[in-house]
T-cell receptor, first 111, second 115 residues
């Protein structure tokens, strides 16, 4: 399974954009890039995913490098409720669809 | 539409005992995955069940076993509990089993403490 590298922690001010980076240099051509987040005392929740093109949804945007060796999750206006651990995950095209979580990035949002 | 539910919320056991954790999948989902999350770590994949059959397993010993029922709910059983089994156990449902485009919906977890 492809390995991901994320910073351990990041800080942001409320209502400012946040860019969460992820390196995945060993990604294969068919691996999808998924992002999940885990709020305190909750299970992880899906944020966004993509393959090659940049993606947008109501929660965030995902910018994928042209060589696919890195990606960035963008929260356009951070709120206090966005404080969580963010996981970047390579999802392989196997028949299990299992998620391989790394350590993730702990995002702190300051008022 | 109800989400993924897990029971119990918390559980305390002693070393050597056996435990059963339960999960009800989200309506319409036929696949359930189980994860173990130690304190300060990311979740680790235990196994997945699809249509009542095990459909993939992580690096966990045989004393971790599971079941899936016809209504797609699931149980995780752990025998001969060890202190290192203390963790948050997460259940996630999805449909169908392996799609790389499918998101998984997680429950709130069961906190197991082994003394």
């Amino acid at each position: 399974d492809a390995k991901t590298t994320q910073p351990n922690s990041m800080e942001s001010n409320e209502e400012e954009p946040v860019h969460l980076p992820c390196n995945h240099s060993t990604i294969s051509g068919t691996d999808y890039i998924h992002w999940y987040r885990q709020l305190p005392s909750q299970g992880p929740e899906y944020v966004i995913h993509g393959l090659t093109s940049n993606v947008n949804n109501r929660m965030a945007s995902l910018a994928i490098a042209e060589d696919r060796k890195s990606s960035t999750l963008i929260l356009h206006r951070a709120t206090l409720r966005d404080a969580a651990v963010y996981y970047c995950i390579m999802k392989v095209s196997s028949n299990t669809g299992k998620l391989i979580f790394g350590q993730g990035t702990t995002l702190q949002v300051k008022p | 539409e109800t989400g993924v539910t897990q029971s119990p919320t918390h559980l305390i056991k002693t070393r050597g005992q056996q435990v059963t954790l339960r999960c009800s999948s989200q309506s319409g989902h036929n696949t359930v995955s189980w994860y173990q999350q130690a304190l300060g770590q990311g979740p680790q994949f235990i196994f997945q069940y699809y249509r009542e059959e095990e459909n993939g397993r992580g690096n966990f010993p045989p004393r971790f076993s599971g079941l899936q029922f016809p209504n797609y709910s699931s149980e995780l059983n752990v025998n001969a509990l060890e202190l290192d089994d203390s963790a948050l156990y997460l259940c996630a449902s999805s449909s169908p089993a392996g799609g790389v485009n499918n998101e998984q919906f997680f429950g709130p977890g069961t906190r197991l403490t082994v003394l």
